[in-house]
């Protein structure tokens, strides 16, 4: 299968959620038949995730298919500040490199959210269950983020 058709079968997907409230997969996979993309739930299934579709509590029992909104950054930083108070242990750093010890379990949590940061100093994160090493681009851009990482913690040395 083509990455154009890919492409092509989530913005069909979006484009159907976003004009009707669609609970099922099955729903969703006689929809694109219709337009003549015969696919399976699977790929449905992994189409959705990609495509930032979520399903959201509508009523009491009742679900609906939605495209997730991109997070604006206050509310991304006012999660990592909860995340922070209440998992993370410690923080450390050397050259471009920050070290953050959380609580077992909950190092990729605390990770996505800085993921979804994206900050171009970020290059990126690797999460273990209890480490993150965080890749800045340079020590001195290393610097700044550890000082917006250690006031969002209120961490005091």
């Known amino acids: 299968m083509s990455e154009y058709t890919k492409r092509f079968r989530?913005?069909?997907?979006k484009k159907v959620i976003t004009e009707q409230e669609i609970?099922?997969?099955?729903?969703?996979?006689?929809?694109?038949?219709?337009?003549?993309?015969?696919?399976t739930q699977a790929t449905i299934s992994r189409d959705l995730e990609e495509?930032?579709?979520?399903?959201?509590?509508?009523?009491?029992?009742?679900y609906k298919y939605a495209?997730?909104?991109?997070?604006s950054e206050d509310v991304i930083i006012s999660h990592l500040t909860i995340f922070?108070?209440?998992?993370?242990?410690?923080?450390?750093?050397?050259?471009n490199f920050i070290l953050i010890k959380t609580t077992p379990g909950n190092a990729n949590?605390?990770?996505?959210?800085?993921?979804?940061?994206?900050r171009k100093e970020i290059l990126g994160t690797i999460a273990g269950d209890d480490t993150?090493?965080?890749?800045i681009d340079t020590?001195?851009?290393r610097v700044m983020i550890e000082k917006e990482f250690m006031a969002i913690l209120k961490y005091r040395r």
Do not use: C, M, P, Y
């Open 67 to 71: 495209v997730q909104e991109k997070l």
């Open 23 to 39: 609970g099922d997969q099955n729903l969703l996979l006689d929809i694109l038949k219709k337009q003549g993309l015969e696919t």
């Open 51 to 62: 495509a930032g579709i979520v399903k959201v509590r509508v009523k009491h029992g009742i």
């Open 139 to 141: 020590d001195k851009n």
């Open 10 to 13: 989530q913005q069909i997907l």
């Open 132 to 135: 993150i090493l965080i890749i």
């Open 109 to 118: 949590g605390v990770a996505s959210l800085i993921d979804k940061l994206e």
């Open 84 to 95: 922070f108070e209440n998992f993370v242990i410690s923080i450390k750093s050397t050259k």
